[in-house]
Structure formats: structure tokens, C-alpha cells
């Protein structure tokens, strides 16, 4: 999905105990605009995500990241650990 230009991405995405990697695909995404992530496995890094521009809505299952992980974001950004 992700090498076809992310247009299954471009506007939300979700995922569930994926294994994926390389993040700093999805991050490739210019238009990605909300992700969530739940149990992700092989993501040891949000970094990626911090320089997505169009991204505003991430939702994290919760403990998964480091509270450092979680900050740096664009103020824009709304950050959601459940």
C-alpha cells in the first residue's frame, strides 16, 4: 500500500499489531492527515511522524511510546494514547 504513492493513506490511516520496517515510509506520506497506531510492532520511533506536514489527529494505544516520544509534535497536532 504505502510504495503505491500512499494513496490508501493520504487521508486517515489505522493499524493494528502491524510489523513494519520502515516508518519512515508512512512518514512519506505529505497528505496523511490522522494515524492511529495500536500494538505496532518493529516502531521504536514516532520521529518520523514529527515531519509529516499535513499530519494533525495521531492516536497511540496507550504505554506503547515513551512520554519523550510523544512531545515535539507540531502544536497542531492532537496526540490520543487509549
Known amino acids: 500500500m504505502i510504495r503505491e504513492g500512499c494513496k490508501v493513506l493520504d487521508v486517515a490511516a489505522k493499524a493494528h499489531g502491524f510489523s513494519l520496517a520502515n516508518f519512515d515510509a508512512v512518514a512519506g506520506c505529505a497528505k496523511l492527515g490522522q494515524l492511529t497506531l495500536r500494538k505496532p510492532k518493529g516502531v ?18 496507550k504505554d506503547t511510546f515513551p512520554a519523550a516520544e510523544l512531545e515535539g509534535f507540531d502544536d497542531k497536532v492532537k496526540i490520543t494514547q487509549r
Do not use: F, N
Not at 521504536?44 to 494505544?61: D, I, W
Open 44 to 61: 521504536e520511533s514516532l520521529e518520523p511522524l514529527k515531519k509529516m506536514p499535513a499530519l494533525r489527529s495521531l492516536t497511540v494505544s
